[in-house]
T-cell receptor, first 116, second 109 residues
Framework: AQTVTQSQPEMSVQEAETVTLSCTYD???????LFWYKQPPSRQMILVIR??????QNATENRFSVNFQKAAKSFSLKISDSQLGDTAMYFC?????????????FGTGTRLKVLA | NAGVTQTPKFQVLKTGQSMTLQCAQD?????MYWYRQDPGMGLRLIYY???????DKGEVPNGYNVSRLNKREFSLRLESAAPSQTSVYFC????????FGQGTRLTVV
């Protein structure tokens, strides 16, 4: 069975600094997707970034980038030039296609606070 | 804007009452999901639907029922609410990326 582990329950970073959130996962699958979702105080789950496992190149979305290490089963999120609006809960998620649908496993989240 | 719409946003129920949470998506996705979110436990899958007319149990289905009315709509019903069902509920739909609704904060007293 797949598992997703986020070992940092809480983190803080100064505004304009860079922070890295960790995520490790366990799977025997070769084809899958990995995601980072942001959940601000508004409660909305917002997709931040997506990585296909078959792609070696790390995904980037503006200030957000990932370090995907497939052999190590590691998928960290780097936020550059942190902004106050980045304060949120961040969830790492694993997804694979199975039985005609998409099966997701979520980590327990990292609460990030950006300090002014 | 395209996305997932779920209603209501907030609800308070008395123990034993019933209610249905509604969810609709306009992205033509086949797969839809209902999750609950509790503090420190991430998201747990209640039920999912791989396509119109099919539903399957997830990790925590007890106390819930679902209906995939058509491709767009996937509802979650609590037949007899219990305090243990106090939670935030999310509907989501997916092809190769999961898109979530805004969530429903449900309190059972």
């Amino acid at each position: 069975a797949q598992t997703v582990t986020q070992s940092q329950p809480e983190m803080s970073v100064q505004e304009a600094e860079t922070v890295t959130l960790s995520c490790t996962y366990d799977t025997s699958e070769n084809n899958y997707y990995l995601f980072w979702y942001k959940q601000p105080p508004s409660r909305q789950m917002i997709l931040v970034i997506r990585q296909e496992a078959y792609k070696q190149q790390n995904a980037t979305e503006n200030r957000f980038s990932v370090n995907f290490q497939k052999a190590a089963k590691s998928f960290s999120l780097k936020i550059s030039d942190s902004q106050l609006g980045d304060t949120a809960m961040y969830f790492c998620a694993f997804m694979k296609r199975a039985s005609g649908t998409y099966k997701y496993i979520f980590g327990t989240g990292t609460r990030l606070k950006v300090l002014a | 804007n395209a996305g997932v719409t779920q209603t209501p946003k907030f609800q308070v129920l008395k123990t034993g009452q019933s209610m249905t949470l509604q969810c609709a998506q306009d992205m033509n996705h086949n797969s839809m999901y209902w999750y609950r979110q509790d503090p420190g436990m991430g998201l747990r899958l209640i039920y999912y639907s791989a396509s119109e007319g099919t539903t399957d149990k997830g990790e925590v289905p007890n106390g819930y029922n679902v209906s995939r009315l058509n491709k767009r709509e996937f509802s979650l019903r609590l037949e007899s609410a219990a305090p243990s069902q106090t939670s935030v509920y999310f509907c989501a739909s997916s092809e190769e990326r999961g898109i979530f609704g805004q969530g429903t904060r449900l309190t059972v007293v």
